[in-house]
T-cell receptor
Framework: QVQLVESGGGVVQPGRSLRLSCAAS????????MHWVRQAPGKGLEWVAV????????YYADSVKGRFTISRDNSKNTLYLQMNSLRAEDTAVYYC???????????WGKGTTVIVPS | DIPMTQSPSSLSASVGDRVTITCRAS??????LNWYQHKPGKAPKLLIY???SLQSGVPSRFSGSGSGTDFTLTINSLQPEDFATYFC??????????FGQGTKVEIK
């Protein structure tokens, strides 16, 4: 079935880096744009980044611009989020989600947790 | 960015109740509005897209309405599995997206 599985979360010190992965299965990964969305403790959902189906375009939320990089490997059906210069406010559950024509996100993973101690 | 304001932030309801959640955009977003359901530890689930279109597999007790700046998610005859947090999302300002702050539906 259609599935997204995130991995790579953990506890990381401020200023350090972490790379998240999202493994896709059950659909033609290379045909879809993909998003990262996060939820900080006690907060709502925050869109983080999007990458077009072929990797040609990438967009970021202002809160992560210049620090995070979204990428994908269509040969491995995998989406990535490289997070550098991490801050306490980046502590959150990070979800990957499939894009439908830039109109909605129709498939989501269960998330991976990133903790950056203050 | 287009801020989205949901109300209420939480509500208590009983099984069988009709529940209404509202979402307001800071400017007109036509019908570029989606609703998601989120339970702790689970993947968020798309319920409604384009303001009123029911996602495949979602029970018909869920419905959405509205256009411009004001939108509504209605759950008719609340079921035990509907206790969750609901988020609206605007996709008018593609390629950036914003969510409402969420509405937690709790058991009365």
């Amino acid at each position: 079935q259609v599935q997204l599985v995130e991995s790579g979360g953990g506890v990381v010190q401020p200023g350090r880096s972490l790379r998240l992965s999202c493994a896709a299965s059950g659909f033609t990964f290379s045909s879809y744009g993909m998003h990262w969305v996060r939820q900080a403790p006690g907060k709502g959902l925050e869109w983080v980044a999007v990458i077009w189906y072929d990797g040609t375009n990438k967009y970021y939320a202002d809160s992560v611009k210049g620090r995070f990089t979204i990428s994908r490997d269509n040969s491995k059906n995998t989406l990535y989020l490289q997070m550098n210069s991490l801050r306490a406010e980046d502590t959150a559950v990070y979800y990957c989600a499939r894009d439908q024509s830039r109109q909605y996100m129709d498939v989501w993973g269960k998330g991976t947790t990133v903790i950056v101690p203050s | 960015d287009i801020p989205m304001t949901q109300s209420p932030s939480s509500l208590s309801a009983s099984v069988g109740d009709r529940v209404t959640i509202t979402c307001r955009a800071s400017q007109s977003i036509s019908t570029y509005l989606n609703w998601y359901q989120h339970k702790p530890g689970k993947a968020p689930k798309l319920l409604i897209y384009a303001a009123s279109s029911l996602q495949s597999g979602v029970p018909s007790r869920f419905s959405g309405s509205g256009s411009g700046t004001d939108f509504t998610l209605t759950i008719n005859s609340l079921q035990p599995e509907d206790f969750a947090t609901y988020f609206c999302q605007q996709t008018y300002s593609t390629p950036t997206w914003t969510f409402g702050q969420g509405t937690k539906v709790e058991i009365k």
